[in-house]
């Protein structure tokens, strides 16, 4: 299924899929439970547009190259192109959205780059690795350092996390991201993800929400 940008109302978003910027190791949390030091700057890498999949309807994970994990988080939309060194009320100005995605990740093979010192793209740029439903308008949220994200799977909650729990916040994150190379309108930025990742199976029923303004049910093919 190709993917459009939409918003929860049905709204075609019209500015194109850009790419996927990511923030790793942004919840304490979680990088302890996988053994991962705190970064003493934010670890930043790009999944391409061309990973992106809708969340309606359900998505496939990859079955032949071990252990496929969900991480469950924040996105931010971008309705305007940001460089340079954009002002925070830049940033709260060029985002149109809010939606809780999943940045699937081949942990196995993620594990073997990581000993390795080679780069995670082999393991978080697959087709397919990135599950976005429809976003909310970033008008309904007051607050960017207040706003919840959790992920239920077959019926228990697996991860629940807040933008209040992040090592680096939105609006400073896409402050430094904008410094290093361009944001654009149809961007996306995925704010890392709280403690609780493990592995989905086909099969699994999968709900994503913003606890209090958004839900998504969707499932792993
Ligand atoms: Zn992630």
Redesign the pocket.
């Known amino acids: 299924m190709s993917y459009q940008h939409q918003y929860v109302d049905g709204t075609r978003i019209h500015f194109p899929l850009g790419k996927v910027v990511?923030i790793?190791r942004n919840y304490a949390e979680h990088a302890k439970e996988l053994d991962n030091p705190i970064p003493t700057e934010p670890l930043l890498f790009i999944k391409p547009g061309s990973c992106v999949v809708p969340a309606e309807g359900g998505f496939k994970i990859p079955t032949d190259r071990g252990s496929v994990h969900y991480?469950v988080?924040i996105a931010v939309l971008l309705g305007k192109s940001l460089s340079t060194r954009p002002t925070p009320e830049e940033v709260l100005d060029a985002i149109s959205g809010y939606a809780p995605a999943l940045?699937l990740?081949l942990r196995d093979l993620q594990a073997k780059l990581k000993e390795k010192g080679l780069p995670w793209e082999l393991a978080k740029c697959f087709d397919g690795a990135c599950v976005l439903p429809p976003f909310v308008s970033a008008s309904s949220f007051e607050d960017t350092t207040a706003i919840p994200v959790r992920l239920t799977v077959n019926g228990e909650v697996r991860q629940d996390g807040s933008s209040a729990m992040m090592l680096n916040p939105i609006v400073p994150m896409i402050q430094h991201m904008a410094a290093q190379f361009s944001l654009q309108a149809g961007d996306v930025i995925?704010t890392?993800?709280p403690a609780g990742v493990g592995p989905f199976i086909a099969g699994d029923e999968v709900v994503l929400e913003l606890p209090g303004v958004s839900r998504f049910e969707s499932r792993v093919l």
Do not use: I, Q
């Open positions: 990511c790793g991480e988080e940045d990740t995925l890392g993800t």
